[in-house]
Protein backbone atom coordinates (compact mmCIF):
# COMPACT_ATOMS: atom_id res chain seq x y z
CA UNK A 1 0.00 0.00 0.00
CA UNK A 2 3.32 2.48 0.71
CA UNK A 3 3.99 1.74 -2.81
CA UNK A 4 0.56 3.25 -4.38
CA UNK A 5 0.86 6.00 -2.12
CA UNK A 6 4.50 6.64 -2.97
CA UNK A 7 2.76 6.44 -6.39
CA UNK A 8 -0.06 9.15 -6.40
CA UNK A 9 2.07 11.69 -4.04
CA UNK A 10 4.76 11.06 -7.83
CA UNK A 11 1.91 11.65 -9.97
CA UNK A 12 0.61 14.64 -8.22
CA UNK A 13 4.06 16.13 -8.32
CA UNK A 14 4.65 15.38 -11.83
CA UNK A 15 0.90 16.59 -12.99
CA UNK A 16 1.60 20.09 -10.84
CA UNK A 17 5.45 19.92 -13.18
CA UNK A 18 4.10 19.47 -16.56
CA UNK A 19 0.72 21.50 -16.37
CA UNK A 20 2.93 24.03 -16.04
CA UNK A 21 1.36 25.28 -12.64
CA UNK A 22 3.68 28.05 -11.50
CA UNK A 23 1.65 29.66 -8.89
CA UNK A 24 -1.01 29.39 -6.56
CA UNK A 25 -2.76 32.86 -5.68
CA UNK A 26 0.90 34.11 -5.90
CA UNK A 27 2.06 32.97 -2.93
CA UNK A 28 3.73 30.06 -3.77
CA UNK A 29 5.95 29.22 -6.89
CA UNK A 30 7.37 26.18 -7.82
CA UNK A 31 11.42 26.27 -8.69
CA UNK A 32 11.46 24.24 -12.20
CA UNK A 33 14.77 22.86 -11.53
CA UNK A 34 14.28 21.01 -8.89
CA UNK A 35 10.15 20.98 -8.72
CA UNK A 36 9.16 21.69 -5.28
CA UNK A 37 8.32 24.92 -3.79
CA UNK A 38 10.47 27.78 -3.46
CA UNK A 39 9.91 28.04 -0.01
CA UNK A 40 11.53 24.81 0.79
CA UNK A 41 8.09 23.03 1.41
CA UNK A 42 6.94 20.10 0.04
CA UNK A 43 3.86 17.22 0.15
CA UNK A 44 3.13 15.66 3.28
CA UNK A 45 0.58 12.54 2.53
CA UNK A 46 -0.85 10.99 5.84
CA UNK A 47 -2.54 8.21 4.94
CA UNK A 48 -1.28 5.35 7.37
CA UNK A 49 -1.01 1.45 7.35
CA UNK A 50 -4.08 1.14 9.31
CA UNK A 51 -6.38 3.38 7.27
CA UNK A 52 -5.22 1.43 3.90
CA UNK A 53 -6.15 -1.88 5.94
CA UNK A 54 -9.24 -0.93 6.56
CA UNK A 55 -9.44 0.15 3.23
CA UNK A 56 -8.43 -3.01 1.71
CA UNK A 57 -10.66 -5.43 4.08
CA UNK A 58 -13.59 -3.10 3.23
CA UNK A 59 -13.11 -3.41 -0.38
CA UNK A 60 -12.13 -7.34 -0.10
CA UNK A 61 -15.80 -7.78 1.49
CA UNK A 62 -17.48 -5.72 -1.38
CA UNK A 63 -15.93 -7.51 -4.15
CA UNK A 64 -17.23 -10.94 -2.61
CA UNK A 65 -20.86 -9.42 -2.65
CA UNK A 66 -20.73 -7.60 -5.87
CA UNK A 67 -19.01 -10.97 -7.70
CA UNK A 68 -16.06 -9.00 -8.67
CA UNK A 69 -17.55 -5.66 -10.00
CA UNK A 70 -16.46 -3.73 -6.56
CA UNK A 71 -12.91 -4.54 -8.15
CA UNK A 72 -13.52 -1.75 -11.03
CA UNK A 73 -14.64 0.78 -8.42
CA UNK A 74 -12.07 0.19 -5.58
CA UNK A 75 -9.08 2.14 -7.39
CA UNK A 76 -11.05 5.72 -7.59
CA UNK A 77 -11.69 5.16 -4.12
CA UNK A 78 -8.11 4.61 -3.15
CA UNK A 79 -6.40 7.29 -5.19
CA UNK A 80 -9.03 9.82 -3.80
CA UNK A 81 -8.37 8.53 -0.29
CA UNK A 82 -4.81 9.52 -0.55
CA UNK A 83 -5.27 12.59 -2.30
CA UNK A 84 -7.57 13.61 -0.03
CA UNK A 85 -4.64 13.14 2.97
CA UNK A 86 -2.28 14.86 1.13
CA UNK A 87 -1.19 18.71 1.94
CA UNK A 88 1.12 21.13 0.33
CA UNK A 89 3.31 22.13 3.43
CA UNK A 90 5.78 25.40 3.78
CA UNK A 91 9.67 25.07 4.56
CA UNK A 92 8.36 25.51 8.25
CA UNK A 93 5.76 22.16 8.13
CA UNK A 94 2.63 24.23 8.34
CA UNK A 95 0.24 22.80 6.32
CA UNK A 96 -1.05 25.38 3.64
CA UNK A 97 -2.93 24.28 0.92
CA UNK A 98 -4.78 20.41 0.83
CA UNK A 99 -5.41 18.31 -2.18
CA UNK A 100 -9.63 17.89 -2.65
CA UNK A 101 -10.56 14.97 -4.97
CA UNK A 102 -14.16 15.96 -6.45
CA UNK A 103 -14.62 12.76 -7.90
CA UNK A 104 -18.10 11.47 -7.43
CA UNK A 105 -20.06 8.32 -8.20
CA UNK A 106 -21.75 9.18 -11.44
CA UNK A 107 -18.68 10.68 -12.80
CA UNK A 108 -17.14 6.86 -12.16
CA UNK A 109 -19.75 5.10 -13.22
CA UNK A 110 -19.76 6.10 -17.12
CA UNK A 111 -16.15 5.42 -16.96
CA UNK A 112 -16.45 1.95 -14.96
CA UNK A 113 -18.64 0.74 -17.80
CA UNK A 114 -16.56 1.58 -20.84
CA UNK A 115 -13.80 0.22 -18.80
CA UNK A 116 -15.58 -3.11 -17.88
CA UNK A 117 -16.30 -3.34 -21.78
CA UNK A 118 -12.80 -2.95 -22.90
CA UNK A 119 -11.86 -5.70 -20.48
CA UNK A 120 -14.05 -8.24 -21.64
CA UNK A 121 -13.32 -7.21 -25.06
CA UNK A 122 -9.41 -7.26 -24.65
CA UNK A 123 -9.72 -10.59 -22.14
CA UNK A 124 -8.33 -8.28 -19.81
CA UNK A 125 -5.25 -6.75 -21.22
CA UNK A 126 -7.67 -3.16 -20.77
CA UNK A 127 -6.60 -3.82 -17.21
CA UNK A 128 -2.91 -2.55 -16.98
CA UNK A 129 -3.77 0.70 -18.55
CA UNK A 130 -7.29 0.79 -16.21
CA UNK A 131 -5.71 1.86 -13.14
CA UNK A 132 -3.33 4.76 -15.18
CA UNK A 133 -6.66 6.06 -16.10
CA UNK A 134 -8.39 5.95 -13.23
CA UNK A 135 -5.13 7.63 -11.79
CA UNK A 136 -5.46 10.58 -14.16
CA UNK A 137 -9.26 10.71 -13.81
CA UNK A 138 -8.92 11.59 -10.34
CA UNK A 139 -5.89 14.23 -10.35
CA UNK A 140 -7.94 15.60 -13.46
CA UNK A 141 -10.81 16.22 -10.69
CA UNK A 142 -8.27 17.50 -7.98
CA UNK A 143 -7.95 21.07 -6.78
CA UNK A 144 -6.11 22.91 -4.05
CA UNK A 145 -7.76 24.02 -1.07
CA UNK A 146 -6.98 26.69 0.88
CA UNK A 147 -6.19 25.62 5.14
Known amino acids: MSKIVSLVVFFALS ?45 IILCIFTIGIGLFVMPYYFYKAILNKTWIVNASGEKIYRFQCDLNIFEMIGHIILWIILTVITLGIALIFYYFRTLRLCI ?3 YLQRI
Do not use: H
Open 15 to 59: AIYFCGIECWEGEMTIDIATKRPRDGGGLQCEFNILESLGYVILW
Open 140 to 142: NRT
